[in-house]
């Protein structure tokens, strides 16, 4: 059972620079989340897709865009990365729930360092 | 802000005693989740509690919900060095608001 799986763990960019955080899950979830953690602070939601062709924005969607290849996949891409994007990110899946989020399966993160 | 609020924001305690952590929140929820983060690791749902709900369990873990404090807490007892971790409250009203959350640490 994988669960969640993130790729690649770690990645240190250059400022400008562009690179994709790739997400897959196994559980056969209909929505998937992504999600930047910072040092003393909660979650902050980048970008969920509800269902396979469907994307919405977060609480701190600029500067990313994101893809949902399938209802396995969905990454998350900067375009153009600023050292304020440093951040350990988290990919989430979970069955839909209208009004009432089901818990989330988080994968593991990718710990991001944009210099 | 409408992120939930953990305290404290640390607890250091000695195996074997009980932990409890606190949540507050500011709006309406229907449910409120607790979860478990180890370091270097992804966060591991625990518990979820209804807003009609008071109190739940699961193993060691005990929640309760006071919808008219808006607060919840997580107490977990007879701490083992295994339960060191950070947990955070994430209450659910269509979206997930996190919480800053507590950095628990268990004394051998």
């Known amino acids: 059972n994988a669960g969640v799986t993130q790729t690649p763990k770690f990645q240190v960019l250059k400022t400008g620079q562009s690179m994709t955080l790739q997400c897959a899950q196994d559980m056969n979830h209909n929505s998937m989340y992504w999600y930047r953690q910072d040092p003393g602070m909660g979650l902050r939601l980048i970008y969920y897709?509800?269902?396979?062709?469907?994307?919405d924005k977060g609480e701190v969607p600029n500067g990313y865009n994101v893809s949902r290849l399938n209802k396995r996949e969905f990454s998350l891409r900067l375009e153009s990365a600023a050292p304020s994007q440093t951040s350990v990110y988290f990919c989430a899946s979970s069955e839909p729930g209208t009004g009432n989020i089901s818990p989330l399966h988080f994968g593991n993160g990718t710990r991001l360092t944009v210099t | 802000s409408q992120q939930g609020e953990e305290d404290p924001q640390a607890l250091s305690i000695q195996e074997g005693e009980n932990a409890t952590m606190n949540c507050s929140y500011k709006?309406?929820?229907?449910?409120l989740q607790w979860y478990r983060q180890n370091s270097g690791r992804g966060l591991v749902h625990l518990i979820l509690i209804r807003s009609n709900e008071r109190e739940k369990h699961s193993g060691r873990l005990r929640v309760t919900l006071d919808t008219s404090k808006k607060s919840s807490s997580l107490l977990i007892t007879a701490s083992r060095a295994a339960d060191t971790a950070s947990y955070f409250c994430a209450r659910s009203n269509y979206q997930l608001i996190w919480g800053a959350g507590t950095k628990l640490i268990i004394k051998p």
């Open positions: 897709s509800a269902s396979e062709g469907t994307t």
């Open positions: 709006t309406s929820i229907n449910n």
